[in-house]
């Protein structure tokens, strides 16, 4: 069991920044990524981390927010961090944490087995 939880959301004018914290507690040795979700749009991949080693991990990015937003994780923290840069009126969304995914890239909601209660971010322009 994972469980997750999301903090860092908030409103910002375009161009800003936030970072966005996920606090993990249970198995951390896990794939984890963020998701976002806007009003009437699917879940969206965003970012997502994997750890081969110690201190060494594999990044993947949403083309939309490649060279932006910036995905790290401290493992004695168990903390997953978003950096979102440059931020876009259409960066607003419901932002949610995901653990173990199950493949590599993992980029679908259903490749994650554990969810965050997600946190919003509003970028107005």
């Known amino acids: 069991q994972v469980q997750l939880v999301e903090s860092g959301g908030g409103l910002v004018q375009a161009g800003g920044s936030l970072r966005l914290s996920c606090a993990a507690s249970?198995?951390?040795?896990?794939?984890m990524a963020w998701f976002r979700q806007a009003p009437g749009k699917e879940r969206e991949f965003v970012a997502a981390?994997?750890?081969?080693?110690?201190?060494?991990?594999?990044?993947d990015y949403a083309d939309s927010v490649k060279v932006r937003f910036t995905v790290s994780r401290i493992s004695t923290k168990n903390t997953v961090y978003l950096q979102m840069n440059s931020l876009k009126p259409e960066d607003t969304a419901v932002y949610y944490c995901?653990?173990?995914?199950?493949?590599?890239?993992?980029?679908?909601?259903?490749?994650?087995?554990?969810w965050g209660q997600g946190t919003q971010v509003t970028v107005s322009s």
């Open positions: 995901a653990a173990d995914g199950t493949t590599w890239p993992a980029r679908r909601p259903s490749d994650y087995l554990y």
């Open positions: 249970g198995r951390t040795d896990v794939t």
């Open positions: 981390i994997k750890s081969i080693r110690p201190n060494t991990y594999y990044a």
